[in-house]
């Protein structure tokens, strides 16, 4: 029973808001449900708004519903971002061997849904010698025997984490802003599924939740963060937040520890020591979409010097 209460009342907050926000008239508040923690979630703050005190007791809250779902503790974390840290990546695609690691270490590290499967991380192949990088027409379901193949380089793309985010202005609940330090995160409890911040996003790095995500308990890591990896509900997007849980915490990424060629690079953009500085100085790097204004923080490179 509490079970489904605790289910249904992320979805029946979500309708009731998805409703007000499109102008919708006759959404009704659920009066006749009674138990405590559907009208907590349902009154929830935006999470910007609470107070260490009230963000512990949603914290908890969430814990709990995870435990009755999947059987298993989950610690649901709230690393601020820290000071003086602006997070930056880097990929060097003369590296790359399109073998998709990235992809499923990201995919366990942040309890993407197997079935239906969600990849944060899309790697793209392209053939030598194309004259440029088309994005929207690239080939995402290549599958050789072995990688890399001799005629083709590959690019993985994810969230690029812009300074200046198309997808945070579109959000019409502000249910995903910019943190920080950079990471551009969002708000599971807030989204209302409207989908307006994945048509707004130049690089297709949002993913939505058609159906309840499906991950069997063995599999959930338990460790995870309010703005990142904690399991999500049907009717949510959800994106690459560059391991907030990990990076906070003073970890890489699963995908720069997952990567067998060491081709991902990782750190602080504003420490002129960091490794992702030094690719920046000594190498050719570019920006997807540079034309566009959102100001990436993940850089491309090409391993040989400038
Ligand atoms: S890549 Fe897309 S989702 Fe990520 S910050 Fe930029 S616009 Fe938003
Ligand atoms: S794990 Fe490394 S080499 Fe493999 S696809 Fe990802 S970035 Fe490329």
Known sequence: ????????????????????ALGLAGMALPLDRADASFWESFFQKHFREMNDAEIK???????????????KAVKIGNEKAMPGVMFGYGLDLSRCIGCRRCVYGCVDENNQSL???IHWITVLRFKKGEKWVDLENAEKYYNPDKVPQ?????????????????????CPTQATWKDPDGIVVIDYNWCIGCRYCMA??????????????NRPAEKINPNTHYLGNRPRYKGVVEKCTFCIQRSRNGRYP??????????????????????????IKHKRVFRLKEDLNTNPKFYYFFAYGK
């Open 254 to 279: 699963a995908c720069v520890e997952a990567c067998p060629v060491g081709a991902r690079k990782f750190g602080n953009l504003l420490d002129p020591e960091s490794e992702i500085r030094y690719a």
């Open 115 to 117: 079935d239906p499967q």
């Open 200 to 213: 707004a996003c130049p690089y297709g790095a949002r993913r939505f939740n058609w159906t309840e995500p």
């Open 1 to 20: 029973m509490e079970q489904n209460d605790n289910k249904n009342s992320g979805l029946n907050r979500r309708k009731f808001l998805q409703g007000a």
């Open 57 to 71: 007791k949603v914290l908890s809250r969430l814990e709990k519903e995870c435990e009755i779902k999947y059987k």
């Open 150 to 170: 001799d005629d083709y380089f590959y690019m993985p793309v994810q969230c690029q984490q812009c300074e200046n985010p198309p997808c945070v202005r579109a």
